[in-house]
């Protein structure tokens, strides 16, 4: 495994090195695809498992923006702990990048109960976790509460390691989840025995863990966070819901912008009038054409198909007139892959430009990351152009986008637009 840096903004990404075309798996809360006893992630086909330790070693130490390079489907396991990805971070050193970080401060309670567990997050200046752990006949009952900072993190949770209890073990094998699994990776609890290779770390080694998971799981969410985590026996498919919920959360100011309806243009503003796009509703090209100021031969969306909060779909009917194929290619036509890069970006630009403070701006196409491009697009194609808004923060927006024919996905990419005014 190796720990690479990223663009601000970016995330924290899983390359997998070993699959063609190192495809890359962003850690957010949407990409979670189980959660038996590790947290994994999946996008389409590519799967990493257990990948909360490696996010709780960059959530502990402050680390928001990174790329782990893998050439399995599971970060190495090391003691059981962060202890291993800590001293990779430290070695690498952390350097700050040129934007904002942007903290969520939770501002109204929010509460899950899953059967035997309760999670709880309030407002709180910094990041503050209470935890109670046990097992389901009331086993080692342990509690801890740390306010978390880079300090704490690396003295006082880092180093907890993973445990188990011994009558899980078979079941847990049946189920192909520790084949790595030894006292070298982990502590086992048998009646009142603790089996390890070495003396417990910490007095509360397992709540510590516990802790450690949740930092781990609730970085999903997508922002480090402001408040103050209540958790009574957590395990990983609740503080993923946790997470699912504060993302809900993180989106509502960014929904309630979008909902508002474009006042009527300047005066003399050219070629464009108030046009209302409201939630399941949709565009037909003469409206496109009233907020996007692309025209022949560079609009390539059609019309917008549907809106829903951050999301949002278009289509471009690619035909054979289309003037990039007289030269791409004479005799094998193809779509250019730029082009359905612009494609994303022009629905990604109807969406920020839906906003009242926006209107009648330009949205100018600035960057893209994690660009792919699965298949050709061949004349006579229906491009389904699919785009969520992920971040907007004043005239900057960013958007991850989708391309696909017939349900299959020809390209995808993350860009990035800057709202100007008119000249």
């Not at 209470?130 to 009331?138: L, P």
């Not at 048998?190 to 450690?212: G, M, N, Q």
């Amino acid at each position: 495994m190796t720990f690479l840096p990223a663009a601000p903004n970016s995330g924290v990404r899983f390359r997998r090195m070993d699959l063609e075309g190192t495809p890359e798996v962003e850690a957010g809360i949407e990409n979670v695809s189980a959660t038996a006893r590790s947290t994994a992630l999946s996008r389409g086909n590519v799967k990493i498992q257990t990948v909360e330790h490696v996010l709780a070693a960059f959530a502990g130490r402050g680390v928001d923006n990174a790329v782990v390079e893998l050439d399995a489907n599971e970060p190495p396991i090391g003691d059981g702990s962060a202890r291993p990805y800590m001293k990779m971070i430290q070695e690498a050193e952390v350097v700050a990048q040129d934007a904002p970080r942007e903290v969520f401060r939770v501002k109204t309670p929010v509460c899950l109960e899953r059967g035997e567990t309760t999670l709880s997050v309030f407002p709180h200046d910094g990041f503050k976790i209470t935890c109670t752990s046990a097992d389901a006949r009331g086993r080692y009952t342990q509690f801890y509460e740390v306010e978390v900072t880079p300090e704490t993190w690396e003295r006082d949770l880092g180093h907890a390691r993973t445990f188990c209890f011994f009558e899980e073990i078979e079941a847990l094998i049946k189920n192909g989840l520790i084949k790595g699994g030894s006292l070298e990776n982990a502590v086992v609890i048998r009646d009142d025995a603790v089996l390890t290779t070495e003396p417990l770390r910490y007095p509360e080694e397992f709540v510590r863990h516990k802790i450690l998971d949740i930092i781990g799981d609730l970085s999903l969410a997508g922002a480090p966070l402001a408040a103050h985590v209540i958790a009574v026996k957590p395990g990983h498919a609740a503080n993923c819901e946790l997470a699912r919920l504060l993302s809900l959360e993180m989106r509502k100011p960014l929904e309630a912008a979008l909902s508002f309806a474009p006042p009527a243009p300047p005066p003399g503003a050219p070629g464009h009038a108030q046009v209302e796009l409201k939630d399941g509703e949709a565009l037909d090209t003469a409206r496109l054409m009233k907020v996007l100021p692309h025209r022949y031969p560079f609009l390539m969306v059609d019309k917008i198909t549907k809106v829903e909060g951050t999301k949002i779909a278009g289509v471009k009917n690619v035909s054979a007139n289309e003037p990039y194929f007289q030269g791409h290619f004479p005799g094998q036509p193809i779509m250019p892959g730029v082009l359905q890069l612009e494609a994303i970006a022009q629905v990604a630009g109807v969406m920020m430009l839906r906003q009242a403070e926006n209107f009648g701006k330009l949205a100018y196409f600035m960057s893209a990351d994690s660009v792919r491009w699965r298949k050709p697009v061949r004349p006579g194609d229906v491009l389904v152009i699919e785009v969520e808004l992920i971040k907007s923060r004043g005239k900057v927006g960013k958007a991850r986008g989708v391309c696909s024919v017939n349900g299959e996905t020809v390209s995808e990419a993350e860009v990035t637009f800057m709202l100007f005014e008119r000249q």
